[in-house]
């Protein structure tokens, strides 16, 4: 049982890593390209209204978080 938990964990795990690199190229092709881009047009807008809706407090978490999180996989 505790195998069948694994497997879906490391499934789990490499689905968010490549939608974090789906996000991160439709980040750049979207404040590259602008908003008319098809699939990748409106990204920035939503991220825009994230990051203003969590305020500077907030995003100054999610920076902070990123940074743990990268100093605690070395």
């Known amino acids: 049982?505790?195998?069948i938990f694994e497997k879906l964990k490391?499934?789990?795990w490499e689905t968010a890593e490549v939608l974090?690199?789906?996000l991160a190229v439709a980040?750049?092709?979207s404040s590259l390209f602008g908003s008319d881009v098809p699939f990748f047009g409106g990204?920035?807008?939503n991220i825009q209204v994230v990051i203003e809706m969590l305020g500077s407090a907030?995003?100054?978490v999610i920076v902070a978080i990123m940074i743990l999180t990268n100093i605690w996989k070395r």
Do not use: E, F, P, Q
């Open 1 to 3: 049982m505790s195998d």
């Open 43 to 45: 990204i920035m807008t």
């Open 10 to 12: 490391k499934l789990l």
């Open 27 to 29: 980040v750049l092709i």
């Open 20 to 22: 974090a690199a789906v």
């Open 58 to 60: 907030g995003l100054g």
